[in-house]
């Protein structure tokens, strides 16, 4: 079984460029999570959706950021104009459910370098 | 706020056992994940706790006490290529958001 795909694995922008990331979650697997890492840190979630609806977003800076999913499979999560303290690696994570005990199964990350 | 406190670093020798700690003081609690990362990979799963008490996989453990908001992963017979950071993320209800702590960069030495 194909595990989270996500892509580019890597991608450097000069700030106040905009960048997406695609993700493509395990094949019945109905909640997708973007998240945010940085070097040392945990992930830290950025947006959450059951299906094709996005039930927590309150961690996504709206100003810059925004994400879909639609028809509840892949999605793809923008950021539009890029600043430097965006540089971190964007992980997509999905689950069979939310519910207890959902495990999270992670892609591999985008590095993101902004200039 | 959500807290979840880890040790940033530890060192073990091989074949040797080492625990991993994780305290956390959260607005309440639906489950206790522990994750290993390898550098530059993504996260795996490792092991779930949501009841008190000691689970137990192979060469890795995991033990969880909700009353002291506390959880420890046991490793044994350690490998080199245990050596990784492992996270500890903590599930509250109310949207079953999870919330991860730092990380413990565990060096593994021959």
């Known amino acids: 079984e194909a595990g989270v795909v996500q892509s580019p694995r890597y991608k450097i922008i000069e700030k106040k460029q905009p960048v997406a990331f695609w993700c493509n979650p395990i094949s019945g697997h109905n909640t997708l999570y973007w998240y945010l890492q940085n070097l040392g840190q945990g992930p830290e979630l950025l947006i959450r959706y059951e299906n094709e609806e996005a039930v927590d977003d309150s961690q996504l800076p709206k100003d810059r950021f925004s994400a879909e999913r639609l028809k509840g499979v892949d999605s793809t999560l923008k950021i539009q104009p890029a600043e430097l303290g965006d540089s971190a690696v964007y992980l997509c994570a999905s689950s069979l459910t939310s519910g207890s005990g959902g495990e999270q199964f992670f892609g591999p990350g985008t590095r993101l370098t902004v200039l | 706020g959500q807290n979840i406190d880890q040790p940033t670093e530890m060192t073990a020798t091989e074949g040797a056992i080492v625990q991993i700690n994780c305290t956390y003081q959260t607005s309440g609690f639906n489950g206790l994940f522990w994750y290993q990362q390898h550098a530059g990979e993504a996260p795996t799963f490792l092991s779930y706790n949501v009841l008190d008490g000691l689970e137990e996989k192979g060469r890795f453990s995991s033990f969880l006490s909700r009353s002291k908001g506390y959880s420890y992963l046991l490793l044994k017979e350690l490998q080199m290529k245990d050596s990784a950071s492992y996270l500890c993320?903590?599930?509250?209800?109310?949207?079953?958001?999870?919330?991860f702590g730092a990380g413990t960069r565990l060096f593994v030495k021959a």
């Open positions: 993320a903590v599930r509250i209800p109310g949207g079953f958001k999870t919330i």
